[in-house]
């Protein structure tokens, strides 16, 4: 059973960074794809980052430029970097995990991904 589970979230002011940790047990971490969503009050989720197998990434358009996404196999884990933090970015984030078949795929539907954790509240103040 794959498990998904985010850590780093919480309250930083306008212009902070943050970094958000996404943790996969119960399966071969090196050949998932991974992505971070978000979801603010009131809207829909949205699309942040994803990131393949290989190290290739694709990057929603509210963050391009501002956040990162990354991987390190060997701890099983993939991060999320968000410098330049605006209020706007306040949200709950949530990681998401699928296998690739190719070391190229990157999704970036929800609907491409099998496996999601419970979500992290990142709340940026003004």
């Known amino acids: 059973q794959v498990q998904l589970v985010e850590s780093g979230g919480g309250l930083v002011q306008a212009g902070d960074s943050l970094r958000l940790s996404c943790t996969v047990s119960?399966?071969?971490?090196?050949?998932?794809?991974m992505g971070w969503f978000r979801q603010a009050p009131g809207k829909e989720r949205e699309f942040v980052a994803s990131?393949?197998?290989?190290?290739?990434?694709v990057y929603g358009e509210s963050v391009k430029g501002r956040f990162t996404i990354s991987r390190d196999n060997g701890k099983n884990t993939a991060y999320l970097q968000g410098n330049s933090l605006k209020p706007e970015d306040t949200a709950v984030y949530y990681c998401a995990a699928v296998r690739a078949h190719v070391d190229t795929y990157i999704p970036t539907r929800q609907s491409e991904f099998d496996y999601w954790g419970q979500g992290i509240q990142v709340t940026v103040s003004s």
């Open positions: 119960g399966g071969i971490f090196n050949y998932y794809a």
């Open positions: 990131i393949s197998w290989s190290n290739h990434t």
